[in-house]
């Protein structure tokens, strides 16, 4: 049984920040690539970053690029991002996401992942 649970989400001003955390449970998190989705309203949930927690690369989303970092908490097991110099174009229900690693780069398709949180709402305010 695996959850993912996301917290973090919350309103902002434009220029502002928010650190989305997310709690994976029932799951060997080590061995999965592990992943931050988003989902506006009337859009297709898109792919913002992602890393394999046991490896060094990360990927992101050409619009979130030097904005938002992912990262790992080897303690807390946790997957964060930091999200930093926030834009309106932000706004969406953000999402956790992992699987087990099935290939040697990251994958970005929605599809491509098994375990997914509930989402957590980010709104960016101009």
């Known amino acids: 049984h695996v959850q993912l649970v996301e917290s973090g989400g919350g309103s902002v001003q434009a220029g502002g920040s928010l650190r989305l955390s997310c709690a994976p449970s029932g799951v060997m998190i080590s061995t999965c690539d592990v992943a931050w989705f988003r989902q506006a309203p009337g859009k297709d949930r898109e792919f913002v970053a992602g890393?394999?927690?046991?490896?060094?690369?990360?990927a992101y989303a050409d619009a979130v690029k030097d904005r938002l970092i992912i990262s790992k908490d080897n303690v807390k097991k946790t997957v964060n991002l930091q999200m930093d110099s926030l834009k309106p174009d932000d706004t969406a229900v953000y999402y956790c996401?992992?699987?087990?690693?099935?290939?040697?780069?990251?994958?970005?398709?929605?599809?491509?992942?098994?375990?997914w949180g509930q989402g957590t709402q980010v709104t960016v305010s101009s």
């Open positions: 996401a992992a699987n087990p690693s099935r290939s040697s780069y990251i994958v970005r398709g929605e599809d491509e992942y098994d375990y």
């Open positions: 890393m394999k927690w046991s490896g060094v690369t990360t």
